[in-house]
């Protein structure tokens, strides 16, 4: 009986626990771009802590529909982070203009990484689907400069199915202009090419950023692009994600960034 009542009130500590780690967190989404500009407040929880889904259908100054759909979902143990979340921004006939599979180890990352987002091309124009985990602290400030990053890793990673074609390459990026580094790759000879760009940003925060461009004329032209910023090394590093661009002529086009081996400590 002892043993019994012993087992009960292991598991009730247990669960107190789990409840006083698990946070809800607000954000502001803002999504503007071409006729498209809303901004909403929302709340996001840890996996299986109540506010982990959120859908909802948007109008353009036009009156254009859109469908924006969000899910927080508990990853197998098997694979390297516990969660993800899961973004897509669909138009009014359920066709996928953006795609994001950001994995992370709970929302307090997010909070700590403050500011992430997806521009996406709908109709020609970049419209921006921005998160901002650090609403209610905007003195967020870091201490961290591209300085020195020069011998820092970014694996990048290009599938086109359609194409038959995958690029992984570790980049180390050049200082391209004072306060940012920047390479490009063009896709063999398809008229597209992938760039990283990581510059210094205010209140000593750096942007990562991972773009998909359409090569016309000379000229580039953004299809999509991942950021998030980031306070330190440690946050950089922290970072994996996928996303999704999706072409009517050339299906879709998947970018995966995930930390170089070696430059990661799993968490004690």
């Given at each position: ?10 598991f009730?500590l ?9 946070e ?5 989404l ?5 006729d498209?500009?809303i901004s909403?407040?929302l ?6 802590e109540?506010?982990?889904?959120i859908?909802?259908?948007l109008?353009d100054?036009k009156?254009?529909?859109?469908n ?5 979902k ?9 969660a993800n ?5 669909k138009?009014a006939?359920?066709?996928?203009l953006g795609y994001?599979?950001?994995?992370n ?8 990484m403050?500011?992430?987002g ?5 109709a ?12 209610f ?11 020195g990053?020069?011998d820092e890793r ?7 199915p359609?194409f038959n074609?995958?690029?992984?390459r570790?980049v ?9 580094r920047?390479q490009?790759?063009?896709l063999?000879?398809?008229?597209y090419?992938?760039?990283f760009?990581?510059k210094n940003?205010?209140?000593?925060l750096?942007q990562?950023?991972?773009?998909l ?7 580039e032209?953004?299809l999509?692009?991942?950021y998030?910023?980031?306070?330190s090394?440690?946050t950089?590093r922290?970072?994996m994600?996928?996303?999704k ?5 050339d ?8 930390p ?9």
């Amino acid at each position: 009986m002892k043993k019994f009542i012993c087992i009960i009130i292991f598991f009730s500590l247990t669960n107190i626990a789990t409840i006083a780690t698990a946070e809800t967190i607000p954000f502001n989404l803002s999504i503007k771009g071409g006729d498209i500009d809303i901004s909403k407040m929302l709340e996001l929880s840890d996996v299986d802590e109540g506010k982990t889904k959120i859908n909802f259908d948007l109008k353009d100054k036009k009156g254009k529909k859109y469908n924006f759909d969000l899910k927080y979902k508990k990853l197998p143990n098997n694979r390297s982070y516990p969660a993800n979340l899961d973004i897509t921004i669909k138009d009014a006939e359920g066709n996928k203009l953006g795609y994001l599979f950001f994995a992370n180890n709970g929302v307090k990352f997010l909070k700590k990484m403050g500011v992430f987002g997806l521009i996406v091309d709908v109709a020609g124009e970049p419209v921006d689907i921005k998160f901002t985990f650090d609403t209610f602290d905007k003195n967020k400030k870091g201490n961290f400069n591209i300085d020195g990053l020069g011998d820092e890793r970014f694996v990048q990673d290009t599938l086109v199915p359609k194409f038959n074609f995958q690029m992984i390459r570790p980049v180390v990026l050049p200082n391209t202009m004072p306060g940012v580094r920047s390479q490009t790759y063009s896709l063999d000879n398809h008229p597209y090419a992938i760039n990283f760009t990581i510059k210094n940003i205010d209140n000593g925060l750096v942007q990562f950023q991972h773009n998909l461009y359409q090569l016309k004329n000379g000229k580039e032209h953004l299809l999509k692009r991942i950021y998030f910023n980031a306070d330190s090394l440690e946050t950089l590093r922290e970072a994996m994600y996928a996303g999704k661009y999706f072409s009517k002529n050339d299906g879709a086009f998947k970018m995966v960034f995930y930390p170089a081996m070696g430059q990661t400590t799993p968490p004690k």
